[in-house]
């Protein structure tokens, strides 16, 4: 009686231990199938932010691209039916002035419709220049920047510090891009911080570049300024995007401000 007794209560322990086994592989195996669905799961979500940030980076890509052809057909214009019409004025005026039988009142306003045609001239070739460089697609990115810094160092009281290296992974629209954001970045600096030293490197490195830029102006809320960002900072934003890069802002009122852009790896 006592063995068949121990012998139903083996079978009750076994019963019991099996019993606790197969909950634990269940439960186990209810981990592990929740799991993988929430790892599929959010790799479905990942997929889905990737494809919409692909789809913004293309939809970037192309208003830059829109921007930059209109940028140069505007300067070609300037060039070709501006700048042109406006050297046959100069010359036009300058015969004119040799005619010994104008009037010295005629004369007077002769100089001066030619002094204003020589100043016009002179800011159409400025603006053609400025929407599409032609030193950057013959010189390379170095040469276009220190032109730069001298067109806005030339005769003022601005400064500009800077070093730049040469990146010679780099294609003419990675150049053209870096070119933009520093002009934005010496624009912004001056008309909307009101500074007057200014500072700019761009160091190569070994899978991208570094690009940081300091102004002593008189700085802004950075909250408040990624509220309502400006055509300018957005921009240079979609510049940065499209390089592969990161931007960080450090600026607070009346310190300054600085720009830092981290690229890693170049190409669209």
């Known amino acids: 009686m006592e063995e068949n007794n121990f012998a139903t209560q083996e079978q ?3 019963a019991l231990v099996y019993s606790i086994i197969f909950l634990v592989l269940v439960t186990l195996g209810l981990i592990l199938f929740f799991y993988y669905s929430r790892k599929k799961i959010i ?7 990737n494809i919409k940030l692909d789809h913004q980076k293309k939809i970037l890509q192309t208003t830059i691209k829109v921007q930059e052809s209109e940028r140069n057909r505007i300067a070609q214009d300037l060039h070709d ?3 042109s019409k406006l050297n046959v004025v100069s010359l036009t005026t300058n015969v004119l002035l040799e005619d010994d039988s104008m009037t010295p009142e005629q004369k007077e306003a002769l100089n001066h419709i030619l ?3 020589t100043r016009t001239l002179e800011s159409s070739r400025k603006i053609a220049h400025e929407l599409m460089p032609p030193i950057l ?9 220190e032109e730069l810094f001298d067109e806005f160092t030339s005769n003022t009281s601005i400064k500009i510090n800077h070093h730049i290296e040469t990146l010679n992974n780099l294609d003419k629209s990675g150049e053209l891009h870096i070119f933009r954001i520093a002009q934005e970045l010496i624009n912004n600096a001056l008309r909307h ?3 007057d030293q200014l500072q700019m490197e761009l160091k190569k490195e070994a899978q991208g570049f570094e690009l940081v830029f300091k102004d002593n102006g008189i700085g802004f809320n950075i909250n408040e300024q990624n509220k309502k960002s400006g055509i300018g900072l957005q921009n240079i934003k979609s510049r940065v995007a499209i390089l592969n890069g990161q931007l960080f802002v450090e600026s607070s009122k009346k310190t300054g401000s600085i720009f830092t852009i981290n690229c890693h790896s170049y190409g669209y």
């Open 12 to 14: 009750i322990i076994g």
């Open 43 to 49: 790799e479905k979500e990942v997929e889905k932010v």
């Open 81 to 83: 039916a501006i700048s």
């Open 115 to 117: 002094d204003i045609t």
């Open 137 to 145: 697609d013959k010189f390379g990115l170095k040469v276009a920047l």
């Open 193 to 195: 911080g009101r500074a």
